[in-house]
């Protein structure tokens, strides 16, 4: 039971244009949410993140989307540039305290000069 | 180096065979996390450490599976009996207390033959 998804394997996107990567969820016990970014052979890192209290949170070139009714958050790159090709994972973790982080299947970003 | 180690980063073991995989954390690192990303997907949970007390285990996928951290720093994930569906990338994190801060190793790429 995959409970944060990430439907689109996938994304190709022009230089200097918007990215736009996107996550559902279906556990409305989630209340923070997280995206990290991970280049091959290396681990994931941390790019930015959002609690549940809010509905956007923006830094610098990354902006993430939340919206809690429809159960949907989304990364928006802009502008995007080559060094940014990688594979985004969306993450949350519960309410409650729980120290468990459940990941999203990735998205396979590709920028192309 | 600051950063998560691990080792060793490939493993190639015969079915049936015992591995230990490494993770050196962040010096003064409170909490660490361990995951298993299969190929196409993104990590799972396995087990967190906060010191050298296992706070929850319960993605540990069966007992053939066993982590330790007895001194609250270097933790060593064990494979006993190891089939082929235990391939995958072993990724180690570490925090200075909570997961939303935690920083990830390179992974140990485990392959079973």
């Known amino acids: 039971d995959q409970q944060v998804k990430q439907n689109s394997p996938s994304l190709s996107v022009q230089e200097g244009r918007i990215s736009i990567l996107n996550c559902d969820y279906t556990n409305s016990m989630f209340d923070y949410f997280l995206w990290y970014k991970k280049y091959p052979a290396e681990g994931p890192t941390f790019l930015i993140s959002?609690?549940?209290?809010?509905d956007k949170n923006e830094d610098g070139r990354f902006t993430v989307f939340l919206n809690k009714s429809a159960k949907h958050l989304s990364l928006h790159i802009v502008p995007s540039q080559p060094g940014d090709s990688a594979v985004y994972f969306c993450a949350a973790i519960l309410s409650g305290g729980y120290q468990k982080v459940t990941f999203g299947t990735g998205t396979k970003l590709q920028v192309i000069p | 180096g600051a950063g998560v180690s691990q080792s060793p980063r490939y493993k190639v073991a015969k079915r049936g065979q015992d591995v230990a995989l490494r993770c050196d954390p962040i010096?003064?690192?409170?909490?660490l996390f361990w995951y298993q990303q299969a190929l196409g997907q993104g990590p799972e949970f396995l087990t967190y450490f906060q010191n050298e007390a296992q706070l929850d285990k319960s993605g540990l996928p069966s007992d053939r599976f066993f982590a330790e951290r007895p001194e609250g720093s270097v933790s060593t994930l064990k494979i006993q009996r190891t089939q082929q569906e235990d391939s995958a990338v072993y990724l180690c994190?570490?925090?200075?207390?909570?997961?939303?801060?935690?920083?990830f190793g390179p992974g140990t790429r485990l392959l079973v033959l």
């Open positions: 994190a570490s925090s200075l207390k909570r997961v939303e801060t935690q920083y």
């Open positions: 010096s003064g690192h409170v909490s």
């Open positions: 959002i609690s549940s209290i809010k």
